[in-house]
């Protein structure tokens, strides 16, 4: 998939998640980090290496949802569409990523979500 695509699209256009796909991982190191994707995905999946805390959030920047993994645990493949996640703990986890074709610029504002 490439990323030269002249194609305005946003985060509601079915088909950009049907060709979505173009991978991306990342190892993310203990303490408080936040992930940054460069592109709204279409789908992730967590490793955890030690205890980690996975955490949504919103405008106001309070804790929507928050799921804690042990070591060793692995999510299956969550189909999640989002630019942004946040994680806590002592452990480091690694992310596995589909993206879409979407820029994270034309997400939605995290000012214009109201949880």
Not at 1 to 10: A, G, I, L, P, R
Not at 89 to 105: P, Q, Y
Request: hydrophobic share 40%.
């Amino acid at each position: 998939m490439s990323f030269d695509w002249n194609v305005h699209t946003n985060h509601n256009n079915a088909s950009t998640y049907q060709i979505s796909g173009l991978p991306y991982t990342e190892h993310v190191a203990a303490g408080e980090q936040t992930i940054t994707f460069p592109r709204v995905t279409s789908w992730v999946v967590f490793k955890a290496n030690g205890a980690v805390n996975i955490k949504f959030t919103n405008k106001a920047g309070n804790t929507v949802t928050t799921f804690t993994m042990a070591n060793g645990d692995m999510t299956p493949r969550l189909d999640l569409r989002c630019v942004k996640i946040f994680k806590t703990g002592a452990g480091t986890l690694g992310v596995i990523a589909g993206l879409t074709t979407c820029s994270a610029e034309t997400f939605i504002n995290p000012n214009e979500f109201d949880w």
